[in-house]
């Protein structure tokens, strides 16, 4: 099974968004705090299921690396 119809499907994402929901008072208030809050929680926030490190830690370490010539 593909998993397809799944309720796991959907499930980090209803709990992202349970955290960042909330009543803004206008559109760029609204952008403000929801990139405020992504970028802690990408860049600042340590996660369990990453033995302590960032999604962006994970994330960049296994793109490859390039060496730039000076």
Not at 20 to 46: C, E, H, Q, T, W
Request: contains cysteine.
């Amino acid at each position: 099974m593909d998993g397809k119809g799944c309720w796991r499907d959907n499930a980090f994402i209803e709990r992202l968004w349970k955290s960042v929901i909330k009543a803004y008072d206008s559109v760029s208030i609204a952008k403000a705090s929801l990139g405020a809050y992504l970028n802690f929680y990408n860049i600042r926030r340590p996660h369990q299921s990453f033995d302590g490190k960032t999604p962006d830690a994970i994330y960049f370490a296994s793109l490859p690396q390039e060496s730039i010539a000076a």
